[in-house]
C-alpha cells in the first residue's frame, strides 16, 4: 500500500534518486508518472485560479474608489499575465503535460526538470560523473520529440517475438534480449531472471532493424527471488542463437 502512495511522489524524482530510495524497487513507474503528471496539471490548474482570485482582489481594493469594476478586472488580468509567478504555475501545468504524455504514449517516465538539474549541479559541484549504468535509462535530458519520433517509428514496426542471443558462443554468461518494443521498468541495474536464470540488467543499446531495443544482460552466480526481480520466459522468444 506504501508502494502506491509514494510511487505518484516519487516520479518527480531524477532517475539516480529514484534507485537511491527504499521501495522502489516494487514501483511501477509508467503508471506512477502517468498520475504524477496528472497531480502536477491539477496542482497548476488550482494554484493560477487561487493566485488570479488574490490579484483580482487586490486590485478591486485598491481601484474600487478611482476606477470601475471592468477597469479593476483589466488591471488584475495584467497583473496576472505579467507576475513571474504566473509563468512559473504555466510550466508546472506544461511540464506536467508533458510527463503525463511521454509516460502514456511514448513509455518515458521523466521526473521533474528542476530537480533533474539540481542533480546534475550536485554532481558538477561534486566533481562527479553519473554511473556509466544509468546512462540508458529515461532522463529529462532525452528530448521529449526524440520520444515522439522514436514512438512514431516503432509504429510502422511490426510486434514480433523477442530474439534471444549469446555473444559468447557455448556460454550462457551474456545475454542479449533483442525486442521490437521497450520493455517498462526494465532499466539498468535491475535483476532478471530468465527462466531459472538470474541475470543482472547492464545497458539497453538502441539500434536499427525489427527489434531495435537490445538489452543486454550478464548472468549471476546466484539470485534471490523477490517482488523487484523481473521475470522473463522465454518460451515465446525465437530460438538462442
Not at 504566473?86 to 510550466?91: E, F, I, K, S
Not at 520520444?147 to 534471444?164: H, K, Y
Amino acid at each position: 500500500m506504501l508502494t502506491y502512495l509514494l510511487g505518484p511522489f516519487a516520479a518527480f524524482l531524477p532517475t539516480r534518486w529514484r534507485n537511491a530510495l527504499p521501495l522502489t524497487g516494487h514501483i511501477s513507474w509508467l503508471p506512477a508518472t502517468i498520475l504524477s503528471g496528472a497531480l502536477e496539471i491539477l496542482s497548476a490548474i488550482i494554484a493560477l485560479g487561487y493566485w488570479y482570485l488574490y490579484l483580482m482582489a487586490r486590485a478591486l481594493s485598491a481601484l474600487v474608489e478611482k476606477v470601475d469594476e471592468h477597469q479593476a478586472s483589466a488591471a488584475a488580468l495584467i497583473l496576472f499575465a505579467l507576475n513571474p509567478l504566473t509563468w512559473l504555475l504555466l510550466y508546472f501545468f506544461v511540464e506536467g503535460a508533458v510527463r503525463l504524455c511521454s509516460a502514456a504514449f511514448t513509455e518515458m517516465p521523466y521526473g521533474t526538470l528542476p530537480l533533474y538539474l539540481l542533480d546534475r549541479a550536485l554532481l558538477l559541484v561534486t566533481n562527479r560523473n553519473p554511473p556509466a549504468r544509468q546512462v540508458s535509462a529515461p532522463s529529462n535530458g532525452q528530448s521529449f520529440l526524440g520520444s515522439i519520433r522514436e514512438r512514431f517509428l516503432l509504429s510502422r514496426l511490426a510486434v514480433l517475438p523477442d530474439e534471444l542471443r549469446y555473444p559468447t558462443a557455448g556460454s550462457q554468461a551474456i545475454l542479449d534480449i533483442c525486442a521490437s518494443r521497450r520493455k517498462p521498468d526494465w532499466l539498468p541495474p535491475k535483476v532478471v531472471r530468465v527462466d531459472e536464470i538470474y541475470y543482472r540488467l547492464e545497458e539497453l543499446i538502441v539500434e536499427k532493424g525489427p527489434r531495435p531495443f537490445r538489452y543486454r544482460l550478464t548472468q549471476l552466480e546466484r539470485g534471490v527471488p523477490g517482488r523487484n526481480v523481473l521475470l522473463y520466459n522465454t518460451g515465446q522468444s525465437l530460438p538462442k542463437h
